[in-house]
C-alpha cells in the first residue's frame, strides 16, 4: 500500500464518520459482475444473458474524484446503479470505507443509503413533480427519522448552499425551474443525509455550457465544504479531465485503463482510451477531423467479442487478442499513482508483437 | 439561366435570405418574444452554425423557415427567401409540398422523430412516394440507396429494422436518409448530434459534412456546442435571447471572439482549464423573453457593461469578411474587430 497524498489524509482525518483511517479507501469494488438475463420462449427461458458489468474491480480513495468514462452500453450507469445497491448485484464486493455492505454483519442498506447518494442526468423526471422543492429536499430525512421542522430547516440550509434563495425557491414546482437551477435542487437532496461518497452519473449533460461551468464549480465548492468524494460518470472527455483525480475508461462492461487523470490524457495506453481521446472536439475550424477516429458501434454485450472485447474497433489487433482477454493487474493495488491497462500491448511476453519483451 | 451572367448573379446571391425576422408567442397571459430582429443570408453550398443556449431562439428561427409553428398562437414577421420562394407568401398547399423536397429538417431526438411502428425503409419511403411519386418498389430501391449514402452497414437488413432495434448513431443516420430523401437544397439541422456520444458524433458530423459537399447543400446547423461549430461551419452566427450578437466566418469567430457573450461561452468551457481554479461560468441567467430589457439584452450579465449598454440595442460593428458583434464595445480596427477593453468608445 503507498502513501496517501497529504492532502486526502488531513481531509479524512477531520471526519468524525471516518472509520477505517485516512489510508482506508472510500470505497472498494471487488469483482462486481451484472448479467441481466433475457427471457424468451413458452416457457420464459434464460435465452441468453446481457453482460452489462462483468468483472470490474476498483477503488476510491477518500476526498478524490474518480472519473468514470466510455460510450453508452459500456456499463457504467449499470455500475452506478450496483453501487446504490438500486439493482442487485449477481457478483462481487462492495465496500464501504472498510466494511462490507449488505449481508451478515456488513453495513445495512438504510445506512448505505446515508452515506452513498446519487445525483441522475435528468435534472426534472428524478424530482417528484407534486413536490415543492423544499419537501423533495427534507424528504429523505424526513424518512430517516428526522422531526419535520428540522428536515425543513435542514432543507433551507442547504438550497443556501446550492445558491438557491430558500425563500424564493423553497415553495416552487419543479416545472416552474430552470434546467441547472433543477440540477441544483437535486444536488441539495443528494446532500441532505450528509452522505460522504456522492455519484454523479451525467449529473451536468443536459446543462448548457455556461450553466455546467456554475455546476461544477458548484460541485467543486460542496466537495470541499462537505468533505465529499465523488464518483463522476460522464461522456464528455473535457469535463472529465477537469474535475477528476483518477479517470476509469470503460469498454462494453469492463474496465479497458484506470490511472491518475494527467497521465490518462496525457500517455493513454489502451487503444480505446486513445481512440477515445480523439474523439474530443477542438475549438479550431482550422483543425478539423476528416476520418472518424472509431468506427461503427461497440459491439453487443450480449456476445462481446471473444478475447480482447475492443479487438474488431482496434487498428493494432492481433492473434493473440483473439484468443486471450487481457487482465487488468493490480487493480486493487492501493495506490493512487498506478496507471494501468488491460491491453496484450502494455503487458510483457504476452505473445502481441508491439509487447515489450 | 442561359447565359453567363444570370449565372454568375446566381451564385453571389444569397439561396436563403432572412430578413428582420421576428417571432412572438402570444398567449392570454404573456407575449414571449423568442426572436427579435434576425437578418441572415447563406449561400449554396454554405453551412452556417447557429450557437446558443436553450431559449436564444435558434430553434425558433429554424422552424420559422418550414412555418411549423402553430399559426394561430404565433405572430412571425419579416421576410424568409428560400430560393425563389417568398415563404412567409406561400400557401400551405404549397408550403407542404416544399417542406421535405426544397428544405428539410433533422431533429435532435432520432427516436422522438421516427415512428416506433414502422420499419426504417417504410418511413423512408413514405417520404419519397409522398414527395416524387413511382411505384412502391422504386420507392423501395431509393430508399436502400439513402441508407447507403449515409454509410449504414448493411442496409438491405436495416430497412426492415423497426426504430427501437438501431442504435443511437443509426438511426440518426436513418433520419438523415429521410431528410435528403428528395435531395433538398437546404437542409435544417436542430442539434442532430447533442444526444449522440462523442465517437458516434464525430461520425455523423463528418458523414453531414462530406454529404453537403457531395450533394451541394446549404446547411443550418443549430447546436449549443462550439467544438461542433468548429468541426462544421463554415459562419457562425451566435444567437442570445432572440438577436445574433457576432456573426462571421468560423475562424473568426471562434478564434478572434469580439461578443462578450462569445467570450464567455468560450472561458467557461471547461476544456484544457486549470483543474486548480473555478471555471470562469456566466452569472446570472438569460433574460425572460416575456419582459426583454430595453438595452443590450446580455447587459445583466456581461462583466464589461457601461451605461449605454442599458440605453439602447447596441449597434451592429461589421469588419471584414463580414465579422459583426452587436456591442458597444466592439470596434474596428485595420479592418478587424477590435474589442476595446477599456471601453473608450462606448462613453
Do not use: W
Not at chain 1, 487503444?271 to 475549438?283: D, K
Not at chain 2, 449515409?150 to 443511437?168: D, I, M, N, T, Y
Request: hydrophobic content about 40%; proline content about 6%; some cysteine.
Amino acid at each position: 500500500m503507498s502513501e496517501t497524498p497529504a492532502s486526502l489524509r488531513r481531509l479524512a482525518a477531520q471526519d468524525p464518520r471516518d472509520r477505517g483511517g485516512p489510508a482506508q479507501p472510500m470505497l472498494i469494488v471487488q469483482g462486481l459482475r451484472k448479467y441481466f438475463p433475457i427471457r424468451a420462449g413458452l416457457l420464459n427461458r434464460r435465452v441468453a444473458e446481457v453482460k452489462a458489468v462483468d468483472d470490474v474491480s476498483f477503488f476510491v480513495m477518500k476526498g478524490e474524484t474518480l472519473g468514470i468514462v466510455g460510450e453508452s452500453g459500456c456499463g457504467k450507469s449499470t455500475l452506478a446503479r450496483l453501487l446504490m445497491h438500486l439493482t442487485p448485484k449477481d457478483e462481487g464486493a462492495v465496500i464501504l470505507d472498510g466494511e462490507a455492505v449488505g449481508g451478515a454483519g456488513g453495513v445495512p442498506l438504510d445506512g448505505l443509503r446515508r452515506s452513498l447518494q446519487m445525483v441522475f442526468q435528468d435534472s426534472s423526471s428524478s424530482l417528484n413533480p407534486r413536490l415543492p422543492i423544499e419537501q423533495s429536499i427534507a424528504y429523505g430525512p424526513r424518512v430517516q427519522g428526522a422531526r419535520p421542522k428540522a428536515a425543513r430547516a435542514r432543507a433551507r440550509a442547504l438550497m443556501e448552499k446550492v445558491g438557491l434563495n430558500p425563500t424564493l425557491f423553497g415553495p416552487r414546482y419543479p416545472h416552474e425551474m430552470s434546467g441547472g437551477q433543477k440540477q441544483r435542487v437535486n444536488i441539495a437532496r443528494a446532500l441532505s443525509l450528509d452522505p460522504r461518497l456522492l455519484i454523479l452519473d451525467e449529473a451536468v449533460s443536459a446543462l448548457d455550457k455556461s450553466v455546467e461551468a456554475q455546476v461544477l464549480n458548484l460541485l467543486s465548492d460542496l466537495k470541499k465544504q462537505f468533505n465529499l468524494t465523488y464518483i463522476f460518470i460522464s461522456h464528455d472527455l473535457h469535463v472529465v479531465r477537469y474535475i477528476s483525480d483518477r479517470v476509469m475508461v470503460m469498454y462494453l462492461g469492463q474496465v479497458v485503463e484506470i490511472g491518475p487523470s494527467e497521465s490518462i490524457y496525457e500517455a493513454p495506453k489502451h487503444p480505446y482510451t486513445r481512440a477515445l481521446l480523439a474523439c474530443r472536439l477542438t475549438m479550431d475550424p482550422r483543425e478539423r477531423v476528416d476520418a472518424a477516429p472509431l468506427a461503427g458501434d461497440p459491439p453487443s454485450p450480449v456476445r462481446p467479442p471473444p478475447g480482447c472485447r475492443f479487438h474488431t474497433r482496434c487498428a493494432f489487433a492481433e492473434d493473440v487478442c483473439k484468443r486471450v482477454a487481457p487482465r487488468l493487474d493490480g487493480a486493487l493495488e492501493l495506490s493512487a499513482e498506478s496507471h494501468l491497462a488491460a491491453c496484450h500491448m502494455d503487458k510483457a511476453g504476452s505473445g502481441h508483437s508491439r509487447a515489450m519483451h | 439561366m442561359n447565359d453567363m451572367t444570370s449565372i454568375d448573379v446566381a451564385a453571389a446571391e444569397p439561396f436563403l435570405s432572412v430578413e428582420d425576422l421576428r417571432v412572438r408567442f402570444v398567449s392570454r397571459e404573456a407575449t414571449v418574444r423568442a426572436v427579435n430582429g434576425v437578418s441572415f443570408g447563406l449561400r449554396r453550398g454554405q453551412v452556417l452554425c447557429v450557437i446558443g443556449e436553450s431559449g436564444s431562439g435558434k430553434s425558433v428561427m429554424m422552424r420559422s423557415l418550414l412555418r411549423l409553428h402553430p399559426k394561430k398562437r404565433t405572430v412571425i414577421e419579416g421576410r424568409i427567401r428560400v430560393g425563389e420562394h417568398d415563404i412567409g407568401a406561400l400557401s400551405d398547399r404549397s408550403m407542404i409540398r416544399l417542406r421535405g423536397a426544397l428544405m428539410s429538417m433533422v431533429f435532435q431526438e432520432p427516436m422522438t422523430a421516427l415512428d416506433p411502428l414502422y420499419t426504417v425503409g417504410d418511413q423512408i419511403a413514405e417520404t419519397v412516394l409522398r414527395h416524387e411519386g413511382g411505384s412502391r418498389k422504386q420507392a423501395f430501391e431509393r430508399a436502400l440507396e439513402l441508407l447507403d449514402l449515409v454509410r449504414v452497414p448493411s442496409p438491405e437488413r436495416r430497412l426492415k429494422a423497426f426504430p427501437h432495434e438501431l442504435s443511437g448513431g443509426l438511426r440518426q443516420r436513418a433520419v438523415i436518409a429521410m431528410a435528403l430523401s428528395c435531395r433538398p437544397s437546404l437542409l435544417l439541422a436542430d442539434e442532430p448530434t447533442t444526444a449522440l456520444d462523442a465517437s458516434v458524433q464525430i461520425q455523423v458530423l463528418v458523414l453531414l459534412r462530406k454529404l453537403q459537399r457531395e450533394l451541394g447543400m446549404s446547411m443550418i446547423f443549430v447546436t449549443h456546442d462550439l467544438g461542433v461549430a468548429a468541426q462544421i461551419a463554415d459562419q457562425v452566427a451566435v444567437m442570445y435571447a432572440g438577436r445574433i450578437v457576432e456573426y462571421g466566418e468560423a475562424a473568426d469567430v471562434l478564434l478572434n471572439p469580439q461578443h462578450p457573450y462569445t467570450r464567455a461561452m468560450l472561458a467557461a468551457t471547461a476544456k484544457d482549464q486549470d483543474r486548480s481554479r473555478p471555471l470562469e461560468a456566466i452569472g446570472g441567467a438569460p433574460p425572460d423573453l416575456r419582459h426583454l430589457p430595453d438595452g443590450c439584452s446580455f447587459a445583466a450579465r456581461c462583466k464589461y457593461v457601461v451605461a449605454p449598454c442599458q440605453v439602447g440595442a447596441p449597434p451592429e460593428v461589421v469588419a471584414a469578411r463580414g465579422h459583426m458583434a452587436r456591442c458597444v464595445r466592439a470596434a474596428v480596427a485595420a479592418g478587424d474587430l477590435a474589442f476595446d477593453e477599456a471601453g473608450v468608445t462606448a462613453r
